[in-house]
């Protein structure tokens, strides 16, 4: 009997240690996973901006001004050279500032980003915007060994006016009417990737809210009309109303110049969007695919024209967008 307990007492015992040093090596097996899982998370990449590079200039007024680009780049220099994208702004091509960029969010996507003013139409009619923008791809391309990008990877991004001259950029690249005139000639201002946020994309397809000469009385009696901003835009754009004004608003549609070698194409647009029509991005949709250029149409029907904008960038539509240009740039 007495041997029987101490056997009983012996294995009590033993399950106990047992039961115990297997908590034990749990707890440090944990603790290693953990401290593996997190060596191996990535950390954020450091970002450095250059800011306000001048990429070429213009005469307003008698007075001579700077066009100027930021540039998003990773803090250590990278192993081999980023793609790039370029994003310019929206703001009816008469506001907005280069400032409102996603460049510190795409760097963690290894890539660079410019960030790029131009002239609004306050100081320049059209087709002034788009020289601009091609003088910044070739500025860019022309520089590229400098800041270790790669000129045969370079993408355009923009919304609303960004998006009209982003999706210009990859349907008209050598269109001498509207290449700039500069001393980077020669210089190629194509890109190889497009991702256009409710672009306007064919100023005589939309309604006018009116067709009178614009000045304060004209902007007050039509404000609260269909269409009223992109009318006031266009106009301001062309210098005119649309329909006196056929022959450069031809010039400034980016459907003119679709063929089969354009870039392939991401499009967003909202249904519910009252400053540019989603019919505007059908148009375009349908003329790329027409062509049999690769083209991607996203249709929300719940998203408005500032879709993806405010104080912060809506992740899932900056995943979208950089998931396309993974696709072709990298």
Known sequence: MGIAISLFQIR???????????????KFVLLILTFLITSCQQKPTEVKVLQNLVYGNYTFQNQEKSLLLDLYLPQKKPDKPLPLLIYIHGGSWLRGEKEYCPGKIVVQRNYAMACISYRFSSEAIFPAQIQDVKNAVRWLRKNADKYN????????????????????????????KLEPKNNNQGISSAVKAVCAWYPPTDFTQVPPAFEEPINAAVEEKYKD???????????????????KNLELAALANPINYVDAQDPPFLIMHGEKDNIVPISQSVL??????EKGVEVEFVKKPNWGHYHGRGEDFDPVLIDMAMDFFDEYLK
């Open 12 to 26: 009590f015992l033993s399950m106990t240690f047992s039961s115990y040093a297997n908590k034990i090596i749990s």
């Open 149 to 176: 990008l790669d000129p045969n990877n370079f993408g355009a991004w923009g919304p609303s006016a960004g998006g009209h001259l982003s999706a210009l950029l990859g349907t008209s690249a050598g269109v001498e």
């Open 225 to 243: 009309k269909e269409w009223y901003v992109y009318t006031v835009a266009t106009h301001k754009l062309l210098g005119g109303v649309v329909s």
């Open 284 to 289: 375009l949709a349908d003329a790329l695919s």
